[in-house]
């Protein structure tokens, strides 16, 4: 039972670049969440799926477009990469969409963006 | 201690010592609480987590308060060992409209010296 799994690790993009971080998980749960940690600013909210076929925004989506690909897989993508995506991404997600629930996080993407 | 939206406070402890983490939230309509662990180069990890119709609750060598009255939370840790140096953060989950939504803190640094 391997949880929440994110791929790639590591990434370094140049200014522009697109790409796509991977995200997929096998608990059976419902709902799947995207974050960005930067140091001293704890974890922010990109983007929520609450359920298989809706998605919302969070608190940072600018910049960013997600996907849920099925109720195992929820994708972020970045269309332009730019200096102030260089953080360390977490995908995580919970079994529902409810205010009492918890969230069980991957191991992370660290991606820099020269 | 650590307050949800501001500095990353560090704490020193010897092994074998209690450790108290401190989290202040300020959003009154907060009903659920959330502590998590993070050891460097890895995702947040699940520690204990407690609802509002509740004071206390304890886990395995930890115990999480909530205080209302002055919107505290704090994480107690029994007999602290070396494998328990990491960030913790507290996290919240207000309901209403950010329902099944949490908000985390910042994070305390603790670091268990032999």
């Known amino acids: 039972n391997a949880g929440v799994t994110q791929t790639p690790k590591f990434q370094v993009l140049k200014t522009g670049q697109s790409m796509t971080l991977q995200c997929a998980q096998d608990?059976?749960?419902?709902?799947m969440y995207w974050y960005r940690q930067d140091p001293g600013m704890g974890l922010r909210l990109i983007y929520y799926?609450?359920?298989?076929?809706?998605?919302d925004k969070g608190e940072v989506p600018n910049g960013y477009n997600v996907s849920r690909l099925n109720k195992r897989e929820f994708s972020l993508r970045l269309e332009s990469a730019a200096p102030s995506q260089t953080s360390v991404y977490f995908c995580a997600s919970s079994e529902a969409w409810t205010s009492k629930n918890i969230q069980y996080f991957g191991a992370g993407t660290r991606l820099s963006v020269l | 201690g650590e307050s949800v939206g501001l500095h990353l406070p560090t704490l020193s402890v010897q092994e074998g010592d209690n450790s108290i983490i401190n989290c202040a939230y300020s959003?009154?309509?907060?009903?659920?609480f959330i502590w998590y662990k993070q050891e460097s180069g890895k995702g947040p990890q699940f520690i204990i987590d407690i609802r509002s119709n509740m004071d206390k609750r304890q886990g395995q060598r930890v115990t999480v308060l909530l205080n209302k009255t002055v919107k505290h939370l704090s994480l107690q840790i029994a007999a602290t060992q070396p494998g328990d140096s990491a960030v913790y953060f507290c996290a919240e989950n207000a309901g209403g409209t950010s329902y099944g939504k949490l908000t985390f803190g910042q994070g305390t640094i603790l670091t268990v010296h032999p």
């Open positions: 799926s609450a359920s298989e076929g809706t998605t």
């Open positions: 959003n009154s309509a907060s009903d659920y």
């Open positions: 608990m059976n749960h419902n709902s």
